[in-house]
């Protein structure tokens, strides 16, 4: 499934914009046949969609949420960037494959990895959290039927029952909660007492 292209600016006007970064380096992998230049423009994050448009390129991108399967902030290597991993078969149309020269015959195969690089690198956190506040707006709908069935069934641990944890699965789970931070508001909790794109890619 290709990835949706944009011919002209998005209209945002019935956007809810979560966050707008512009000057935003776009790099794709596999690479994109038939691009020259590094891909720059504005980055818009909605509650419906994700925006990308390049004013120099004329040309742009729409994600919609349910086809980023993982989100991240990324620094290695000197770069740092919002990485976003699409689903399985999701790709650009004129998008080369990992072989060399290549065209991809098989579009499953193909796993196409976004890098959004901004010009300020302290902005990674602001579109990391304005990206996990869209993306919990659209569930998996997978998802939505195993919490569904769980809640029909009722499962919870009656402190009283035999099958209590052993000394190896209690120490597990106090390691669990040493290492994870409590959050409040999508922010670590430190003060707590209790601790607890189609060929349009062409210029």
């Given at each position: ?17 979560r ?33 990308f ?102 499962w ?7 099958a ?24 670590a909790?430190?003060?707590?007492d ?10």
């Open positions: 499934m290709p990835v949706a292209i944009l011919s002209s600016p998005p209209d945002l006007s019935g956007e809810v914009v966050h707008n970064e512009t000057g935003v380096k776009l790099d794709v992998s596999p690479p994109l046949a038939g691009l020259s230049g590094d891909l720059v423009g504005d980055l818009n994050i909605t509650e419906s969609q994700v925006y448009w390049s004013a120099s390129h004329n040309t742009g991108i729409a994600l919609w949420y349910p086809d980023i399967i993982l989100h991240a902030i990324m620094r290695q290597d000197g770069r740092q960037a919002m990485y976003c991993q699409l689903g399985e078969g999701i790709r650009f149309p004129a998008q080369l494959t990992s072989t060399e020269g290549g065209e991809d015959d098989d579009d499953e195969e193909t796993t196409t990895e976004l890098f959004f690089i901004p010009q300020n690198g302290e902005a990674l956190e602001t579109l990391y959290d304005a990206m996990s506040q869209c993306a919990v707006l659209h569930p998996d709908a997978g998802e939505e039927g195993d919490e569904q069935e769980d809640e029909e069934e009722e919870y641990a009656d402190p009283s029952d035999e209590e944890l052993n000394e190896v699965q209690q120490a597990a789970l106090d390691h669990l909660a040493t290492v994870f931070e409590p959050r409040v508001n999508g922010k909790d430190q003060g707590s209790d601790g607890a794109f189609e060929d349009a890619m062409e210029d």
